[in-house]
Protein backbone atom coordinates (compact mmCIF):
# COMPACT_ATOMS: atom_id res chain seq x y z
CA UNK A 1 0.00 0.00 0.00
CA UNK A 2 1.41 3.26 -1.20
CA UNK A 3 0.88 6.76 0.90
CA UNK A 4 -0.99 9.45 -0.47
CA UNK A 5 1.40 11.98 -2.17
CA UNK A 6 -0.15 15.60 -1.89
CA UNK A 7 1.26 18.87 -3.99
CA UNK A 8 4.16 20.68 -1.91
CA UNK A 9 2.27 24.09 -2.45
CA UNK A 10 -1.01 23.10 -0.66
CA UNK A 11 0.94 21.46 2.12
CA UNK A 12 2.74 25.10 2.17
CA UNK A 13 -0.92 26.50 2.14
CA UNK A 14 -2.08 24.11 4.92
CA UNK A 15 0.87 24.66 7.03
CA UNK A 16 0.13 29.04 6.32
CA UNK A 17 -3.61 28.51 7.46
CA UNK A 18 -2.36 26.39 11.04
CA UNK A 19 0.01 29.23 11.90
CA UNK A 20 -2.29 32.16 10.49
CA UNK A 21 -4.75 30.02 13.07
CA UNK A 22 -2.55 30.29 15.87
CA UNK A 23 -2.91 26.35 16.36
CA UNK A 24 -0.25 26.18 19.29
CA UNK A 25 0.25 22.40 19.02
CA UNK A 26 1.04 23.09 15.36
CA UNK A 27 3.44 25.46 16.07
CA UNK A 28 5.24 23.59 18.89
CA UNK A 29 5.67 21.14 16.30
CA UNK A 30 7.15 23.57 13.64
CA UNK A 31 9.29 24.80 15.95
CA UNK A 32 11.02 21.20 17.11
CA UNK A 33 11.67 20.39 13.04
CA UNK A 34 13.53 24.44 13.26
CA UNK A 35 15.29 23.30 16.14
CA UNK A 36 16.55 20.35 14.39
CA UNK A 37 17.09 21.60 10.91
CA UNK A 38 18.85 24.38 12.87
CA UNK A 39 21.23 22.29 14.49
CA UNK A 40 22.27 20.49 11.32
CA UNK A 41 22.62 23.78 9.70
CA UNK A 42 19.81 22.92 7.50
CA UNK A 43 18.78 26.91 7.96
CA UNK A 44 20.89 29.79 9.01
CA UNK A 45 20.74 31.08 12.77
CA UNK A 46 21.73 34.41 11.33
CA UNK A 47 18.84 37.06 10.72
CA UNK A 48 16.20 34.61 12.19
CA UNK A 49 13.92 38.15 13.10
CA UNK A 50 13.19 38.24 9.27
CA UNK A 51 13.65 34.95 8.37
CA UNK A 52 11.91 32.83 11.38
CA UNK A 53 7.92 32.98 10.21
CA UNK A 54 9.90 31.28 7.01
CA UNK A 55 11.76 29.11 8.91
CA UNK A 56 8.78 27.50 10.29
CA UNK A 57 6.41 27.76 7.72
CA UNK A 58 9.16 25.82 5.87
CA UNK A 59 9.43 23.25 9.24
CA UNK A 60 5.23 23.52 9.01
CA UNK A 61 5.47 21.55 5.42
CA UNK A 62 6.91 18.58 6.80
CA UNK A 63 5.09 18.44 9.90
CA UNK A 64 1.37 18.63 7.52
CA UNK A 65 3.00 15.61 5.40
CA UNK A 66 3.26 13.79 8.76
CA UNK A 67 -0.16 14.60 10.19
CA UNK A 68 -1.63 14.09 6.65
CA UNK A 69 0.56 10.52 6.56
CA UNK A 70 1.28 11.86 3.44
CA UNK A 71 4.31 11.81 0.81
CA UNK A 72 5.41 15.54 -0.58
CA UNK A 73 4.90 16.41 -4.00
CA UNK A 74 7.42 18.54 -5.58
CA UNK A 75 5.54 19.81 -8.84
CA UNK A 76 8.30 22.53 -10.40
CA UNK A 77 11.59 23.59 -9.48
CA UNK A 78 11.10 26.67 -11.11
CA UNK A 79 11.75 29.42 -9.07
CA UNK A 80 9.01 31.57 -10.83
CA UNK A 81 6.58 28.62 -9.89
CA UNK A 82 7.54 29.53 -6.43
CA UNK A 83 7.31 33.37 -6.92
CA UNK A 84 3.82 33.12 -9.09
CA UNK A 85 2.35 31.40 -5.49
CA UNK A 86 4.30 34.09 -3.05
CA UNK A 87 6.49 31.80 -1.73
CA UNK A 88 9.81 32.18 -0.85
CA UNK A 89 12.77 30.64 -3.46
CA UNK A 90 14.75 29.62 -0.35
CA UNK A 91 12.30 26.90 -0.08
CA UNK A 92 13.88 24.79 -2.64
CA UNK A 93 17.02 25.19 -1.43
CA UNK A 94 16.13 24.00 1.85
CA UNK A 95 13.98 21.09 0.68
CA UNK A 96 17.63 19.73 -1.57
CA UNK A 97 19.97 20.43 2.17
CA UNK A 98 16.82 18.09 4.30
CA UNK A 99 17.37 15.64 1.14
CA UNK A 100 21.10 15.62 1.64
CA UNK A 101 20.72 15.20 5.08
CA UNK A 102 18.54 12.33 4.94
CA UNK A 103 15.66 13.99 6.73
CA UNK A 104 13.43 13.74 3.35
CA UNK A 105 14.36 10.93 1.10
CA UNK A 106 13.83 10.81 -3.08
CA UNK A 107 14.73 8.90 -5.91
CA UNK A 108 17.20 11.64 -6.56
CA UNK A 109 20.51 12.12 -3.91
CA UNK A 110 20.81 15.81 -4.03
CA UNK A 111 18.15 17.46 -5.44
CA UNK A 112 14.35 17.38 -4.26
CA UNK A 113 12.64 15.96 -7.74
CA UNK A 114 8.84 14.39 -7.36
CA UNK A 115 7.97 12.46 -4.64
CA UNK A 116 9.48 13.20 -1.34
CA UNK A 117 8.53 11.19 1.66
CA UNK A 118 10.11 11.98 5.42
CA UNK A 119 12.92 10.11 6.60
CA UNK A 120 13.29 8.56 9.45
CA UNK A 121 15.16 10.90 11.48
CA UNK A 122 12.76 13.13 10.86
CA UNK A 123 10.01 10.84 11.71
CA UNK A 124 12.02 10.01 14.78
CA UNK A 125 12.53 13.62 16.02
CA UNK A 126 8.36 14.36 15.32
CA UNK A 127 7.19 11.64 17.14
CA UNK A 128 9.43 12.33 20.03
CA UNK A 129 8.08 15.64 20.41
CA UNK A 130 6.36 16.71 23.94
CA UNK A 131 3.37 18.61 23.70
CA UNK A 132 2.22 20.89 26.06
CA UNK A 133 -1.36 19.05 26.58
CA UNK A 134 -3.24 16.81 24.72
CA UNK A 135 -3.89 18.29 21.76
CA UNK A 136 -6.13 18.13 18.99
CA UNK A 137 -4.70 19.24 15.41
CA UNK A 138 -8.09 19.36 12.81
CA UNK A 139 -7.33 18.74 9.61
CA UNK A 140 -9.78 19.50 6.98
CA UNK A 141 -12.60 17.08 7.77
CA UNK A 142 -10.89 14.88 10.24
CA UNK A 143 -9.47 14.94 13.41
CA UNK A 144 -5.65 14.04 14.59
CA UNK A 145 -5.01 13.23 18.14
CA UNK A 146 -1.61 13.84 18.95
CA UNK A 147 -0.51 12.88 23.18
CA UNK A 148 1.59 14.28 25.35
Not at 25 to 37: A, D, K, P, Y
Not at 131 to 139: V, Y
Request: overall charge negative; some cysteine.
Amino acid sequence: MTKDIKDLFELIKHSDQMLQEHNEEFRELCEQVVTLMRALNIIPIRRVSLNNYLHILTAGILVSAWLKNCDIYMTSRRTNAFVERGCSTRVLAWMDELIKHGLLECQHQYKAIGRLSLGVDLLDNISRTKLSSLAEIELDSQQVSVAS
